[in-house]
């Protein structure tokens, strides 16, 4: 019988560098220079200028959008290590974006190939049943009973309450 805790792990502004992604494709597209200082407590809409905001949700999707995220930094090595730790799944809200699907999975085969297929988790709500969560969503924790992992993202900045990490080698200090 496993006796390891169960480990849920977002993907986008946790392990994936999304709003990073979305940085590079403003400059390239639109030569629009958006500062991560400058989003404190803002999603990433509300600092484009008023006439590009609509591109946003038309960019996330296009076919390929998730396939070429960065990887946030040390997140491969810590996931490694924490599956050794933990039951550790990757539970993502990939349901909304109909070319999200296929490009997560691959972007996760190809960054995290020591995730099993089993433990990867596509979903609309998070509903999951793990004794731990590292989520950057408040809504993720509303009916989540486990101990919560606020990862830090510009959105969610000034947010208090919650037991939070800034980095991947935060989460190993407080989990390895």
Not at 9 to 28: N, Q, W
Not at 147 to 161: C, E, Q, V, W
């Amino acid at each position: 019988m496993n006796n390891k805790l169960r480990l849920a792990i977002d993907m986008d502004e946790v392990i994936a560098d999304t709003i990073g992604k979305f940085i590079t494709l403003y400059e390239e597209r639109h030569q629009t220079k958006v500062v991560l200082d400058e989003m404190h407590g803002k999603e990433f809409n509300e600092v484009l200028p008023e006439e590009i905001r609509h591109t946003l949700r038309q960019y996330i999707n296009e076919p390929g959008f998730f396939r070429d995220i960065p990887v946030m930094e040390d997140a491969v090595e810590v996931l490694q290590q924490l599956n050794e730790k933990y039951d550790l799944y990757i539970v993502s809200a990939a349901m909304e974006f109909k070319n999200s699907l296929a490009d997560k999975l691959e972007w996760l085969n190809e960054h995290f190939p020591f995730i099993s297929w089993t433990n990867i988790i596509f979903c609309g709500h998070k509903i999951v049943n793990v004794d731990i969560m590292i989520d950057d969503r408040l809504k993720n924790f509303v009916n989540f009973e486990g101990r919560k992992i606020l990862f830090t993202s510009p959105h969610n900045l000034a947010i208090d309450g919650y037991e939070r990490a800034d980095t991947w080698k935060d989460v190993a200090g407080m989990l390895l």
